[in-house]
Nanobody
């Protein structure tokens, strides 16, 4: 059984930085493309970033967020800089066996999410 566990969320002020982590267990980590998505109240789940051999970023992440992975630790990271109140959301990591993409429906496994709140 594949499990994804996010950590690192919290309450931060505008302009701060935060790093989210997602540890994966249950299958060789290298098998997966990993993605980060976010969902704010009343909104659809939004693509943030994804990584396999290539990297994709959503428009909201370009220039401020960096996705990376450590295959030895079975962990994917999302470094978020210059956070804004509109970045407030629950952030989810997701894994997919085939390809890489931006649509939530293309991902096979999901974590439970971690709350990020950006407020002064």
């Amino acid at each position: 059984q594949v499990q994804l566990v996010e950590s690192g969320g919290g309450l931060v002020q505008p302009g701060d930085s935060l790093t989210l982590s997602c540890e994966v267990s249950g299958r060789p980590f290298r098998s997966y493309a990993m993605g980060w998505f976010r969902q704010a109240p009343g909104k659809e789940r939004e693509f943030v970033a994804a990584i396999r051999n290539s990297i994709l970023y959503g428009d909201s992440a370009k220039g401020r967020f960096t996705i990376s992975r450590d295959n030895a630790k079975s962990t994917v990271y999302l470094r978020m800089n210059t956070l804004k109140p509109e970045d407030t959301a629950v952030y989810f990591c997701a894994a997919r066996l085939l390809g890489i993409g931006v649509r939530p429906a293309g991902y096979d496994y999901w974590g439970q999410g971690t709350q990020v709140t950006v407020s002064s």
